[in-house]
Protein backbone atom coordinates (compact mmCIF):
# COMPACT_ATOMS: atom_id res chain seq x y z
CA UNK A 1 0.00 0.00 0.00
CA UNK A 2 3.20 2.51 -0.54
CA UNK A 3 1.90 5.38 -1.95
CA UNK A 4 -1.33 5.84 -0.89
CA UNK A 5 -0.32 8.70 1.42
CA UNK A 6 0.43 10.77 -1.97
CA UNK A 7 -3.36 9.99 -3.51
CA UNK A 8 -5.04 11.15 -0.22
CA UNK A 9 -7.38 14.38 -1.26
CA UNK A 10 -8.60 15.06 2.38
CA UNK A 11 -7.72 14.48 5.59
CA UNK A 12 -4.37 12.63 7.33
CA UNK A 13 -2.68 9.46 6.43
CA UNK A 14 -2.43 7.08 9.35
CA UNK A 15 0.44 6.92 11.63
CA UNK A 16 2.72 4.62 12.79
CA UNK A 17 -0.06 2.79 14.81
CA UNK A 18 -3.04 3.12 12.98
CA UNK A 19 -5.76 1.07 15.32
CA UNK A 20 -9.20 2.31 14.96
CA UNK A 21 -8.16 4.32 11.93
CA UNK A 22 -8.79 3.82 7.89
CA UNK A 23 -8.45 5.66 4.81
CA UNK A 24 -11.32 5.27 2.02
CA UNK A 25 -11.99 5.44 -1.43
CA UNK A 26 -12.96 8.97 -2.52
CA UNK A 27 -16.06 7.36 -4.76
CA UNK A 28 -16.62 4.74 -1.73
CA UNK A 29 -16.88 7.71 0.61
CA UNK A 30 -19.28 9.99 -1.48
CA UNK A 31 -21.72 7.00 -2.16
CA UNK A 32 -21.86 6.49 1.52
CA UNK A 33 -22.17 9.94 2.32
CA UNK A 34 -19.00 9.43 4.93
CA UNK A 35 -16.44 11.96 5.26
CA UNK A 36 -13.56 12.71 7.70
CA UNK A 37 -14.35 11.69 11.61
CA UNK A 38 -17.12 9.51 10.57
CA UNK A 39 -17.38 6.03 11.66
CA UNK A 40 -17.92 2.92 9.51
CA UNK A 41 -18.17 -0.91 10.93
CA UNK A 42 -16.57 -3.37 8.82
CA UNK A 43 -17.83 -6.75 8.76
CA UNK A 44 -15.64 -9.71 7.57
CA UNK A 45 -15.85 -13.93 7.36
CA UNK A 46 -12.88 -16.48 8.25
CA UNK A 47 -12.71 -19.43 6.06
CA UNK A 48 -14.13 -21.34 9.15
CA UNK A 49 -17.48 -19.51 8.87
CA UNK A 50 -16.70 -17.23 11.92
CA UNK A 51 -17.41 -13.96 11.62
CA UNK A 52 -15.34 -10.40 13.07
CA UNK A 53 -16.69 -7.00 13.07
CA UNK A 54 -15.01 -3.52 14.24
CA UNK A 55 -15.88 0.16 14.20
CA UNK A 56 -12.87 2.30 12.57
CA UNK A 57 -13.12 5.96 11.96
CA UNK A 58 -12.27 7.72 8.89
CA UNK A 59 -8.74 9.59 8.82
CA UNK A 60 -8.38 10.47 5.09
CA UNK A 61 -9.69 10.20 1.95
CA UNK A 62 -8.20 8.75 -1.22
CA UNK A 63 -8.55 9.53 -4.82
CA UNK A 64 -6.42 6.87 -6.71
CA UNK A 65 -7.15 6.89 -10.31
CA UNK A 66 -8.42 3.06 -9.90
CA UNK A 67 -12.08 3.12 -10.31
CA UNK A 68 -12.38 -0.38 -8.56
CA UNK A 69 -10.77 1.02 -5.37
CA UNK A 70 -12.10 4.32 -5.16
CA UNK A 71 -15.31 2.70 -5.42
CA UNK A 72 -14.89 -0.11 -2.57
CA UNK A 73 -11.46 0.26 -0.90
CA UNK A 74 -11.21 0.92 2.68
Not at 11 to 28: D, N
Not at 41 to 59: I, K, P, R
Request: aromatic content about 2%; charged content about 15%; cysteine-free.
Amino acid sequence: MRGLAGKLVEGTYLGPEPAGQVLVGAQLAADLEIGLGSEVLAVSQAADGATANDLFTVAGIVETGSVQLDRAGV
